[in-house]
Structure formats: structure tokens, C-alpha cells
């Protein structure tokens, strides 16, 4: 920087103006106004402690609850679709255990 001239060194320190393009939106970043961007929000909005946790089990456990839906649609698609049963009788406890000692029976 020996070399520069005193007047001249400011202007090498800070950034050079922005062209009208660039203002415009022409280089496809947003503007920038004192470190924030705008139009979007620079801090996230944290959530309620109860709401987080609640989502974080939802997230967890979704694919625990797809299998038992899918487990209760098969049981239902097995007995009444294709057995031909009342399909109220799929949800009854002594219908399972009775197909238990079917199968498991001496």
C-alpha cells in the first residue's frame, strides 16, 4: 500500500458501489439491508417447549403408528374381506384367541 497514494486508500478498504443491475436484482441474491435480508426473516421464531416436544414424538413415532394402522387394515382385509365374516368380529378378543389355539393347538 506504499505504492497508493493517501486519497486513494479509503476506497480500496470499502466495497465499490453496486451497479444499477446489481440493485435491481440482476445478480439473483437478495438485497441486504444493515446485515438483514429482506423480505425474510433472519430469526427463527422459536417454538413453544410443549408444541417442540409434541412434534419431535410425532416425527418418532410416525412410522410405529403406520404399522398398526396397517397391521389393523390387513387384520380387517383377512377376516372380513376374504373370510367373509361380520367385520366387527376382527376387533373382538375372543376371535384371536380362538384362531390362537387353532393354530397352536395339540
Excluded at 417447549?49 to 380387517?76: D, E, F, H, N, Q
Excluded at 374381506?81 to 376382527?90: A, D, F
Amino acid at each position: 500500500m506504499e505504492s497508493v497514494a493517501q486519497a486513494e486508500r479509503p476506497n480500496l478498504l470499502s466495497s465499490p458501489p453496486a451497479s444499477k443491475k446489481q440493485r435491481q436484482g440482476g445478480n439473483n441474491q437478495p438485497e441486504r439491508e444493515s446485515g438483514v435480508v429482506k423480505g425474510k426473516a433472519s430469526v427463527r421464531k422459536k417454538r413453544h417447549p410443549a408444541l417442540r416436544a409434541l412434534l419431535w414424538t410425532l416425527r418418532k413415532s410416525i412410522v410405529p403408528i403406520l404399522c398398526v394402522l396397517a397391521l389393523l387394515g390387513g387384520m380387517y382385509a383377512g377376516y372380513a374381506v376374504l373370510g367373509h365374516r361380520p367385520g366387527e368380529e376382527v376387533f373382538d378378543l375372543a376371535t384371536w384367541k380362538h384362531m390362537y389355539d387353532l393354530v397352536f393347538a395339540d
